[in-house]
């Protein structure tokens, strides 16, 4: 959900980062966080992988959609009209039942939002789907908040000095969703 840069694509950043994951042998899909867009945006890396900087797929009878709250070359936080416009359409197609996850970069209870409606904004348009999750990043640390009726995570840092290393593991099994924050093995380098 965001800041896989310090300071955006330059040069071989992007490369570099892909390189790494590689040897994972599974697929991944990024968000843009204000790390990797203020200085040096992302977005012909969104729009090589994606097509733009909000896209959706569909897998294991999910629906998952990814939507672009670091505003490109600014440090304030926004969700534009463009891309409400394009979550509109993007869910009309999916059935009422279907279980919608939902990427972004920021908290919806961030206070940085550019406009603070932008939040009410999007969650006008998610309140009428079966949205069980907002995965988010930011923060740099784990933690779950739940913003008006939909339960958030934020996954965990990988890098950040003042906080423990982690992750998220999501997992939906027998109609059941569990998320566990994982730390890192200190013991291990």
Avoid at 98 to 126: D, M
Avoid at 145 to 165: A, L, Y
Wanted: charged share 25%.
């Amino acid at each position: 959900a965001g800041d896989l840069t310090e300071y955006g694509v330059i040069h071989k950043t992007w490369d570099n980062f892909e390189a790494l994951l590689k040897p994972l042998d599974v697929p991944f899909f990024v968000t843009p966080g204000n790390h990797d867009n203020t200085w040096t945006g992302m977005m012909h890396v969104m729009r090589d992988r994606h097509g733009s900087d909000h896209y959706s797929f569909d897998q294991f009878g999910c629906h998952f959609a990814s939507i672009n709250t670091a505003t490109p070359q600014e440090p304030v936080p926004s969700i534009e009209q463009r891309t409400l416009t394009w979550l509109i359409d993007d869910l009309r197609r999916v059935p009422r039942e279907t279980p919608i996850f939902v990427f972004c970069h920021h908290p919806l209870s961030s206070r940085e939002f550019a406009k603070p409606f932008e939040q009410l904004r999007l969650l006008r348009i998610l309140d009428h789907y079966n949205v069980v999750l907002l995965m988010m990043g930011h923060g740099h640390g784990g933690r779950h908040e739940r913003w008006n009726t939909i339960d958030s995570v934020m996954g965990g840092t990988t890098s950040h000095p003042k906080e423990r290393i982690g992750y998220n593991v999501v997992i939906v099994k027998d109609g059941i969703l569990r998320v566990a924050h994982r730390l890192r093995d200190e013991s291990k380098p």
